[in-house]
């Protein structure tokens, strides 16, 4: 059994006429592997994390978390789990070392063991300097700190974290996703939930795409790029003659694909950097100018729009 | 259960860092009781401060007149009533006598002057707030028949209860002669109908009439006032609680109310800003997290209330009477404003529903159960209708402990007020645990 197994979960909203957030969802999370739902706002990924916490009752199918089942037993689910929530939950009105210790006898820890895994943790969060300081005054990067912080006082086997990266600086969550990576080295299983792309990318070792509840995708990010193909898409503008230069660009050798789009054209080709001097020769011999040129490989965007006919910020 | 107990002292800490929240709290009853407690007067503590009155009374003869009021005057009245009546006393005599009986020291003091503009001057000075001007030739006028007669009360516009006290106790005077005049003429057509015809003869019945009917109503108390008291069964069941008490215990109750509600809509808060939920991923209970923030609200209310109840005690002087009548009063207070408020929180779905629902439901609670009025009963239909409501209950109680009542006076009240916590208590947590199941 996996460390997380999620077998055909399902969660409607207000049945049997409410909102399905989540459809017929299986996956599984290995020990120490970093996984993320990856999908756009409304992709059922909140949802999925608040059932696997035991914060809301599935209507339909199992999961469990280090071997114990969400609805069976809880109480030992929630005591190897830790979860950052994606808005700050957390009491600006007290200081950063008060509100890590009010969360750590949540998780049942008491006196010289708490103090010192308190230490620990605004350490880790490198907050050490400002544990004295109510919430209240710090920045939105370092409250978010605290808030992944408040999840690590007891250890926690695995840790959820729900797009814990929103909103704030690129310094801020470039230090967030390293201490992510830490964690992770140091055994921490991990479920990341995300709508950026480059960080699923970059933490992952396995990803799911989700949308409208359900998971169009899994794999490592090499195995999704693959089942679209690994085709690069090389968007050019022309100053005239749009369609005539599609029709001679189709025939360029390593070019498979070309249409008009947004009064540009948009070639799939199988390595770009073979096909786009190729692409320019042409122009030149036909007396086509070309005003503009983008290269983008094979990405999980790429993935997404293949697979749903959407972007995944839309 | 240590949980529970870290999750209430969080948010006991949370409530006591919000100075908005402690100027409700704490504040607020005590201004408003001072503000209260200043409408009846007096600028030292809560007492009723004595009003100042000067009389010029023109009828008495210089030498008989009394000398500066308060105790010389009221040291002997009944020689004064002797000497108003049987020698020769004159109305105005009377009147100053009954000014500076023993029963109106506490509330008037009494000047004499010489002139009717000496009295009338110092009202316009603000030096006293009535002036009393017996005419000269009152009594003789009286005697003779040949006048009604009058005294004029002179009084400061602004000043309502001291005017209105030496009001009373003119009229009462006034009674008194004019009942004299129809006795003694009642004897004179008693004795014309008896066949005494002289003049001589008929002068003296109708003056002694005239005196027994003076002694018989000098005989009664010269200014009776109207208190209520409960019924207690402690010795020192006169004991006067003054004003601070009753004003403070009012506004007390109510501002708990308020406060409790307040950390109740927490409940509401850290639903809404999603630290309820994650307490909720933490490996306690529900049950334990539901019944910290309960306790979190019990607690504040009783913390609030112990130190409004030192800061009265400090400030105003106040005895609040006996520890264990004190103690289970504040308890169940603190227990019904905490009832009241989860129950009122469990019925609304956000903070902003919650903190209109309570603050109307409390207030009306407030205006129904008498809390702007102190611990008073009024008597009629609203003594009914307040028991309507906890805080009426409570007022009761504390009017009875602030007199010197026993837990046993209070043990009725007590009781329904207990019932009304539990009551409330039990159907806030039914409502709120099965939201959150």
Request: proline share 9%.
């Given at each position: 059994m996996r460390f997380v197994e999620v077998r055909r979960l399902h969660k409607q909203f207000d049945?049997?006429?409410?909102?399905?957030?989540?459809?017929d969802l299986s996956f599984g999370i290995e020990q120490g592997e970093i996984y993320s739902l990856l999908?756009?706002?409304?992709?059922g990924k909140t949802t999925t994390i608040s059932i696997l916490s035991c914060l809301l009752r599935p209507t339909g199918g199992e999961a469990t978390v280090a071997g114990a089942?969400?609805?069976?037993d809880p109480a030992a689910v929630k005591r190897a789990l830790g979860v950052v929530p994606q808005?700050?939950?957390?009491?600006?009105?007290?200081t950063a070392r008060e509100n890590l210790a009010f969360w750590g006898k949540m998780y049942g820890l008491r006196g010289q063991q708490l103090d010192t895994r308190v230490d620990e943790v605004l350490a880790l969060i490198d907050l050490s300097d400002r544990?004295?300081?109510?919430?209240?005054?710090?920045s939105g990067g370092m409250k978010r700190r605290v808030n992944i912080g408040a999840a690590l006082l007891h250890k926690p086997r695995v840790l959820f974290l729900d797009e814990?990266?929103?909103?704030?600086d690129p310094q801020s969550r470039r230090a967030i996703l390293d201490g992510i990576k830490d964690l992770n080295r140091a055994g921490t299983t991990i479920l990341y939930t995300t709508h950026y792309m480059e960080e699923a990318q970059e933490l992952s070792n396995r990803i799911a795409i989700m949308d409208h509840g359900k998971m169009i995708a899994e794999g490592t990010h090499e195995e999704l790029v693959r089942s679209v193909g690994e085709e690069a898409t090389v968007t050019l503008s022309v100053d005239r003659d749009l369609d005539r230069s599609l029709a001679i660009w189709?025939?360029?050798?390593?070019?498979t694909s070309a249409e008009a789009q947004d009064d540009r054209a948009r070639l799939l080709v199988g390595d770009a950097n073979a096909v786009v001097p190729r692409l320019f020769e042409t122009a030149n011999r036909e007396g086509i100018r070309i005003t503009g040129v983008n290269v983008a490989e094979p990405n999980l965007e790429t993935v997404f729009l293949a697979l749903t006919g959407r972007a995944l910020r839309d | 259960m240590r949980k529970a107990l870290d999750i209430a002292l969080k948010d006991v800490k949370r409530t006591f860092r919000d100075l908005p929240a402690l100027a409700t709290m704490l504040a607020a009853p005590l201004v408003i009781a001072v503000v209260l407690g200043s409408a009846f007067g007096?600028?030292?503590?809560?007492s009723i401060a004595p009003t100042k009155v000067v009389v010029?009374?023109?009828?008495?003869?210089a030498t008989a007149a009394a000398p500066d009021s308060g105790a010389a005057a009221a040291a002997a009245p009944t020689q004064a009533t002797e000497d108003s009546t049987a020698?020769?006393?004159?109305v105005g005599s009377a009147v100053v006598q009954a000014l500076t009986s023993e029963g109106l020291q506490a509330l008037l003091v009494v000047k004499q002057v010489d002139t009717q503009k000496q009295a009338t001057d110092q009202v316009d000075a603000g030096e006293a707030a009535v002036a009393v001007i017996v005419p000269a030739g009152l009594t003789a006028g009286l005697q003779s028949g040949d006048t009604a007669g009058e005294i004029t009360l002179y009084r400061?516009?602004?000043?309502?209860i001291g005017p209105g006290i030496v009001n009373a106790v003119v009229q009462r005077v006034i009674a008194r002669v004019n009942g004299a005049a129809a006795a003694g003429g009642a004897a004179a057509q008693l004795a014309v109908a008896d066949g005494v015809t002289k003049p001589a003869d008929i002068g003296p019945l109708a003056s002694q009439a005239a005196q027994s009917y003076l002694q018989q109503a000098q005989a009664r108390p010269a200014m009776a006032v109207d208190a209520r008291e409960p019924k207690v069964?402690?010795?020192?069941?006169?004991k006067d609680v003054g004003v601070a008490g009753p004003v403070l215990v009012g506004m007390m109750i109510f501002f708990m109310f308020l406060a409790a509600s307040n950390v109740a809509r927490s409940i509401l808060d850290e639903d809404a800003n999603g630290t309820l939920p994650r307490l909720f991923t933490t490996p306690t209970p529900r049950g334990v997290i539901l019944a910290g923030k309960f306790t979190s609200v019990f607690l504040t209310v009783l913390i609030q209330a112990v130190v409004l109840m030192v800061a009265g005690k400090f400030l105003?002087?106040?005895?609040?009477?006996?520890l264990a009548p004190i103690t289970v009063l504040t308890l169940v207070g603190a227990g019904v404003a905490a009832g009241f408020a989860v129950f009122l929180m469990s019925l609304a779905r956000t903070p902003g529903q919650a903190g209109a629902i309570s603050s109307g439901v409390f207030l009306v609670m407030a205006l129904a159960g008498g809390n702007f009025i102190?611990?008073?009963?009024?008597?009629?239909i609203f003594g009914t209708v307040r028991l309507i409501t906890p805080n009426g209950w409570l007022l009761k109680a504390w009017d009875t402990t602030l007199r010197g009542g026993s837990l046993g006076d209070v043990a009725l009240p007590v009781v329904v007020v207990a019932g009304f916590a539990l009551l409330t208590f039990l159907i806030g947590v039914a409502v709120f645990r099965r939201r959150f199941a």
């Open positions: 049945p049997p006429k409410g909102t399905v957030a989540v459809d999908g756009p706002n409304g992709a089942s969400i609805t069976g808005e700050l939950a957390l009491y600006p009105d007290l544990q004295k300081d109510r919430l209240e005054s710090f814990p990266t929103v909103g704030i189709c025939s360029v050798e390593g070019v | 007096g600028d030292k503590g809560f010029a009374d023109l009828d008495t003869p020698n020769g006393g004159s400061d516009p602004t000043k309502t069964s402690a010795a020192d069941k006169t105003f002087h106040i005895d609040w009477g006996g102190g611990t008073a009963n009024p008597g009629g």
